[in-house]
């Protein structure tokens, strides 16, 4: 019998990346996964604002992305992404590793309580576990919004602004900023906290809880007879597939709020060019039911189909690369 001894190269580089402090390591998985995943989709994202926003009316998605890059070039299809990633960076570290945090809390607030017994499997557990992962990843979320809003702000004032070439050679990420906190103050950058607020709670809790559900269903299916772990790490297609659908349902129910947080954030914008433009109420159902009777109910569906195009590899390559970068850095991981 051959014994394999282990490699102590192996076990080194072990020792350096634990030697990392856990929130550097989670800083870095989760922006890496989240800046990916946002860049991969940027020129969608960008027709998707311009949209929600009122900019475009009744175009295909082909002939906006033509159409934006004659007038503004290959830039000016990643307009805002500059925004978008630096704010994705903080916001993914957080939403991600707050999300394994609050569970974590939870789970142990929850079994000291006596609602989750030494078998995780049987019942109250198995009704106690959904609604664990919906509560933190709603937390975790409306967490992540609270601390990166101004930055998506800035993204969605750059993504509506339609320059062409010749047009103040492009607005900056600073000059942006600059021009918002001098027009409208820091209460103004915060405008459309409220709707993005109603919309990460369900819309973060329900993405967690697809992919755990479809992940557990998954093992469940797969190792019925044997006591496989139900936190193994998935093959990456089922992390892909898994990431996909659960992007698809959260986007899905929580639409209509997010058409109401970017009209609210170009408000301003479109109040500067046209003064008689009536102003959205300042409550989330209220701006629901102003934009719907104005505009009609399908304007609060604007765009939905771009973000289908979108949506589902953005949401998949994020949960995947942060599920393969958490188990190179050797982090815990609940997903």
């Not at 609602?115 to 979320?141: K, M």
């Not at 509506?160 to 047009?167: D, F, I, P």
Request: charged share 15%; proline share 6%; net charge positive.
């Amino acid at each position: 019998m051959v014994v394999v001894e282990p490699d102590p190269n192996i076990n080194r580089h072990h020792h350096r990346i634990e030697a990392v402090p856990v929130f550097v390591r989670e800083i870095i998985t989760g922006g890496i996964a989240g800046a990916a995943a946002k860049t991969s989709v940027a020129p969608l994202e960008r027709c998707k604002i311009l949209f929600q926003t009122g900019r475009l009316h009744g175009a295909s998605v082909t002939t906006t992305l033509v159409s934006i890059n004659r007038r503004e070039g290959i830039k000016g299809l990643f307009k805002g992404n500059g925004a978008s990633v630096l704010r994705i960076i903080p916001y993914a570290s957080i939403h991600f590793g707050l999300y394994e945090d609050y569970r974590r809390a939870f789970v142990d607030a929850w079994y000291g309580a006596g609602y989750l017994p030494e078998n995780p499997t049987s019942s109250p557990a198995a009704i106690v576990s959904p609604v664990i992962d919906l509560l933190a990843g709603s937390c975790s979320g409306a967490t992540a919004v609270l601390m990166t809003y101004p930055l998506d702000f800035v993204r969605t004032r750059l993504a509506y602004t339609m320059e062409t070439n010749s047009n103040h050679g492009g607005q900056t990420i600073r000059a942006t900023l600059r021009e918002a906190m001098r027009g409208e103050g820091l209460v103004g950058m915060y405008r459309g906290i409220g709707p993005s607020i109603y919309g990460i709670l369900p819309y973060a809790g329900l993405k967690f809880y697809v992919y755990q559900q479809l992940k557990q269903l998954h093992f469940s299916r797969a190792h019925a007879h044997t006591h496989a772990n139900a936190n193994a790490r998935l093959p990456v297609p089922y992390m892909l597939m898994f990431g996909g659908i659960a992007g698809l349902v959260a986007q899905t129910a929580t639409y209509p709020i997010d058409v109401v947080r970017r009209r609210m954030q170009v408000e301003g914008l479109a109040k500067s060019g046209n003064p008689a433009a009536p102003l959205l109420p300042r409550t989330t159902p209220n701006a629901l039911l102003h934009i719907a009777r104005r505009e009609g109910w399908s304007v609060l569906w604007s765009g939905l189909s771009i973000n289908y195009l979108k949506v589902v590899p953005s949401t998949a390559i994020g949960f995947t690369l942060y599920d393969m970068l958490k188990q190179k850095l050797r982090l815990p991981s609940n997903l």
